[in-house]
């Protein structure tokens, strides 16, 4: 059974920083139903800038361990229960994790197939070259980086921001696995670089059945 486990390494500033606030949860510093502090106060603590910030609150406000009130600021959200969801990702077997991810990113490539614009199309593009220059520089934490980029611009594109904000949520488990996965190099990364032209090349000439054959190349060869 393969157990995902957080390997600082390959996670973004703004993910240690989700990983800091939870552990100041879990702790008693912000308690359930507590305001957290206001950003500039976030930045000082946690010794980053505003972006890094933002993108944080949002992830752990997808993860529903906050709650973002217009007007009146963020609180910690009285009914997350931390050892639920997030607990049972960590521990999850990956077959599991990629049935789920299957599920959530047919869809989510059949939307973007059909609604991508042209700036969209840039920005997936930009991360695929993105990949191949990590691959080529043998760089795992750059390849994960650009991988999951490269995914999170196709979600993007799909129009759909529910399905864009719940894949996001899944980002960080996938950052787990591919540091587990690629502990002897960025073999995995390259030996399926051209599934993922494939599949840009699908999105790009909006033909939707292409496209989905080429992400479920992309899906069993995950591993």
């Given at each position: 059974m393969f157990v995902f486990k957080y390997s600082k390494y390959v996670m973004k500033l703004y993910d240690r920083i989700v990983t800091q606030i939870k552990e100041d949860i879990d702790n008693g510093k912000y308690q359930p139903g507590e305001k957290i502090p206001a950003e500039p106060e976030l930045m000082k603590m946690y010794h980053v800038g505003r972006s890094t910030i933002?993108?944080?609150?949002?992830?752990?406000?997808?993860?529903?361990?906050?709650?973002?009130q217009q007007g009146f600021g963020t609180t910690v959200n009285n009914s997350f229960q931390a050892v639920s969801m997030e607990q049972r990702l960590r521990r999850a077997d990956f077959d599991d994790i990629n049935a789920v991810r299957a599920l959530i990113e047919k869809e989510i490539v059949k939307l973007a197939t059909q609604n991508h614009t042209e700036e969209q199309l840039l920005?997936?593009?930009?991360?695929?070259?993105?990949?191949?220059?990590?691959?080529?520089?043998?760089?795992?934490?750059?390849?994960?980086?650009?991988?999951?980029?490269?995914?999170?611009?196709?979600?993007?594109?799909s129009g759909n921001m529910v399905l864009s904000d719940l894949y996001h949520s899944f980002t960080l488990i996938m950052r787990g696995f591919f540091s587990n996965r690629e502990v002897q190099g960025i073999s995995h990364f390259a030996m399926n670089h051209h599934l993922h032209e494939q599949l840009f090349k699908a999105i790009k000439s909006k033909k939707i059945n292409l496209s989905q054959?080429?992400?479920?190349?992309?899906l069993d060869n995950n591993y």
């Open positions: 933002r993108e944080a609150i949002k992830t752990l406000a997808i993860s529903g361990i906050l709650k973002v920005v997936i593009e930009k991360n695929l070259e993105k990949r191949k220059a990590a691959i080529h520089s043998e760089k795992p934490q750059e390849c994960a980086d650009a991988d999951i980029d490269f995914h999170m611009a196709i979600a993007e594109a054959q080429v992400l479920q190349k992309i």
